[in-house]
């Protein structure tokens, strides 16, 4: 694949932008001034030139191509383009022009590229091939008669299929575009121990660097740095499993890093351990019976043996934890029961309301069981597992730094907050969420911020509509957004809704969106330390902005 090829594909193209067609035209060899003059287009537009010519060429700013059947080429004013057809050549090409529009009717630069960031603001550039070629050739002559009548139903009917063309080459290039993905993806995988560059692997997809790393996260759910970290650090905890007596320099250098420190670093900023702190925890075997267990143990440098990895809301404890935790559990007692009984775990830990008392009961003849008050408070729940566990110090240590961290962040926001009511709100698909007094705990308890009016009488969260928010009165508003398609379509709806704009904190530019709050949604699943600890560095760096 070329990188011309590859470059433009980018899915929200076609719904974002209008493509206007102003005329199309058939270019024979009769038409052609050669060899007596060179033929050049004239291009005052972007034109999209459809071959269907059995042979001949085209020559873009200097560089040679030759003409099959079904190849398109794209242009833009700027460019040279010169065609030429051999005699006798009754089939020629197509040549369409038109004009590009903002879905607000705002004209887009005849370049076809977007002036801040230099991405095409088409589906393609260059060449494209597509298959079968009597498919487009076929559409470009339908749309020449149509073009060609006179009448202005005809013409319609031939923008409809200019606007089929154009969805038959952005599906073209997705596809390639797929595959070029999935073989960087391969690559990476048989390839990680070594020493890889993103230009590289770019290179190897067709793609300049920038689109390389845009569409690899899209495909992906990651960007490709952190992709090869997985992989590498995937090895490392094997590594660890299987050849325990290596050094962690011999671990470095196994899984493709150069430097001790820089591994030792990158993993701990991974697993949230030092690797000999991993080492050490990995020992003791502890299952995690419900959601909300998980984050308590991880306070404690303890990743579960056993836990539910069906977590909805968020995929990073998939994404981080998946080797380590070698028992699923599920949210049936006999499946979990059975899976506990093979995996003989040390500790078993839950949450009493969550759990019949019946099943505790099962549960403790299995090992010895802890089940945490679903009424006490996420710092009782921390002291209480971290005491069943014989891990008093580890709790101990953590709340300090934790509170440290808290007094600091409290004499920081202290001037620039006063005494403003604050509401935390979450867009989630398609519902407003308005966060309660215990959901936003770490806000409200911890950093003794005063809430919005009637955030006391929601327990976690509530569903609201725009209309209702005036009513909680907030001075200053914290807003999560989902990063799914329904998500930010209804908060780009949100803000254009008078309701929202009329707000006296949205007036007052006293709006703070989250960046990496993926367990917005579900709060009382996420009631731990090990989440709070992020919400509170999260809570930082939205007001260190102020």
């Avoid at 009548?149 to 997705?174: C, N, P, V, Y």
């Avoid at 300049?208 to 690899?216: A, D, G, K, P, V």
């Avoid at 698909?429 to 959901?439: E, F, I, V």
């Avoid at 609201?464 to 009513?471: G, K």
Wanted: glycine share 6%; charged share 25%; aromatic share 10%.
């Amino acid at each position: 694949m070329s990188r011309n090829e590859a470059e433009g594909n980018d899915g929200c193209l076609l719904s974002d932008l209008w493509f206007k067609l102003l005329s199309i035209e058939s270019i024979q060899e009769s038409h052609l001034s050669f060899p007596r003059t060179r033929d050049f287009l004239v291009m005052d537009s972007p034109v999209l030139i459809v071959v269907a010519a059995q042979d001949g060429r085209l020559v873009l700013d200097g560089r040679y191509y030759p003409l099959k059947p079904g190849a398109i080429f794209v242009a833009h004013p700027g460019q040279l383009v010169e065609i030429g057809l051999y005699p006798g050549d009754e089939l020629g090409v197509y040549v369409l022009r038109f004009r590009t529009m903002t879905a607000h009717g705002q004209p887009v630069n005849d370049r076809l590229f977007d002036d801040e960031t230099g991405m095409s603001m088409f589906p393609a550039q260059g060449e494209i091939s597509l298959a079968p070629s009597a498919v487009a050739i076929g559409l470009c002559e339908t749309m020449l008669s149509h073009w060609n009548s006179g009448s202005r139903a005809d013409r319609f009917r031939s923008e409809a299929g200019f606007h089929e063309l154009l969805a038959m080459i952005l599906k073209h290039q997705e596809h390639k575009t797929a595959i070029a993905l999935e073989c960087v993806r391969l690559e990476l995988e048989k390839h990680f121990r070594e020493e890889i560059t993103v230009e590289r692997l770019a290179d190897t997809a067709g793609l300049s660097r920038y689109h390389f790393m845009r569409l690899f996260k899209d495909r992906f759910g990651k960007g490709v740095i952190d992709y090869l970290t997985e992989l590498r650090l995937a090895e490392a905890k094997r590594l660890m499993e299987n050849e325990p007596h290596l050094s962690f320099r011999q671990m470095a250098y196994r899984v493709g890093y150069k430097n001790e420190t820089y591994f030792s670093s990158t993993f701990k900023k991974q697993t949230g351990f030092s690797p000999a702190v991993y080492m050490k925890n990995r020992q003791l075997k502890v299952a995690a019976y419900s959601w909300v267990n998980f984050g308590q143990l991880l306070a404690l440098q303890i990743i579960p043996y056993a836990a539910p990895m069906d977590q909805y809301w968020t995929d990073e404890y998939r994404h981080k934890f998946a080797f380590e935790v070698k028992v699923s559990l599920s949210h049936q007692y006999d499946f979990n029961r059975e899976a506990l009984h093979k995996a003989r775990p040390d500790f078993i830990l839950g949450v009493d309301r969550l759990i019949e008392e019946e099943e505790r009961e099962r549960l403790s003849q299995i090992a010895p069981a802890l089940f945490l008050p679903s009424n006490a408070s996420w710092r009782r729940h921390l002291r209480l597992t971290a005491e069943f566990l014989g891990k008093p110090a580890e709790a101990e240590r953590w709340l300090d730094r934790y509170d440290g961290k808290l007094a600091d962040l409290k004499r920081f926001i202290a001037p620039l907050l006063g005494q403003e009511r604050i509401l935390i709100l979450g867009i989630c698909r398609h519902k407003l969420l308005a966060w309660g007094r215990r959901a936003g705990t770490v806000l409200y308890d911890d950093l003794e911020r005063k809430p919005a009016r009637h955030v006391e009488d929601i327990p976690w969260v509530k569903e609201i509509t725009v209309h209702q928010l005036d009513a909680f009165e907030a001075d200053r508003i914290v807003i999560h957004v989902g990063e799914d398609d329904a998500s930010q379509m209804s908060w780009r709806l949100l803000e254009r809704s008078e309701g929202w704009r009329e707000l006296s904190a949205v007036r007052s530019g006293s709006v703070h969106p989250t960046k990496a709050c993926k367990w917005f949604d579900c709060p009382w699943n996420e009631n731990n330390a090990y989440r709070h600890e992020q919400w509170l560095s999260e809570l930082r760096q939205l007001f260190g902005a102020i």
